[in-house]
């Protein structure tokens, strides 16, 4: 197994622990599952990379790393719920795209087809990424919590324009 899969397992390793700490009562905690949190998003960036850069892409990496990087937003996002950090129906939606765009990407590959992110989807991702790192944080500031309604919305935008984009780019996948 190459250091790229050993990344993205780690990923996927690291998410129970990351909710064991978002959900433990003591103020600290917030902090360690923001410090996990940071570390798996930083491992979804350098497991490409390297994959890429030292020529170690494989059939498992590009299958689990964006299952992982799924895993990692959708268990986070679910947990705000919980929380009552952000509206459930947000949730679903974001996770519903998650769902189509999947579905769409297996569509593609039994047709030979490879469909690489695009640019709306890696700008939402990140954005996703942020608004998370703040919601752990739950900062009790009015501005901060602005913040997070911004990062909540934009995200559910970005999350309808990247499926918007995916799709018409690629709608010659579903025909015959």
């Not at 909710?19 to 996990?36: H, N």
């Not at 769409?104 to 996703?128: S, Y």
């Not at 501005?143 to 999350?159: K, P």
Request: net charge positive.
């Amino acid at each position: 197994m190459n250091l790229p899969n050993k990344l993205t397992i780690l990923r996927v390793i690291m998410i129970p622990f990351f909710l064991v700490f978002l959900y433990m009562e003591a103020s600290w905690t917030k902090w360690v599952a923001l410090g996990i949190f940071i570390v798996a998003a930083i491992t979804d960036t350098l497991d490409g990379q390297i994959a890429r850069r030292c020529h170690l892409v494989t059939n498992f990496g590009k299958f689990m790393d964006p299952l992982a990087d799924k895993l990692l937003v959708c268990s986070a996002l679910i947990a705000f719920t919980d929380l009552h950090r952000m509206p459930g129906w947000i949730v679903i939606v974001i996770i519903a795209r998650e769902f189509i765009i999947s579905g769409f990407r297996l569509i593609a590959a039994e047709k030979g087809v490879v469909i690489a992110a695009g640019w709306w989807g890696k700008i939402k991702t990140t954005v996703q990424m942020i608004m998370v790192c703040f919601l752990i944080a739950n900062l009790s500031s009015q501005f901060i919590y602005y913040l997070e309604q911004v990062l909540i919305y934009a995200s559910l935008a970005l999350t309808i324009i990247s499926l918007l984009d995916y799709l018409i780019k690629n709608r010659d996948v579903l025909k015959g």
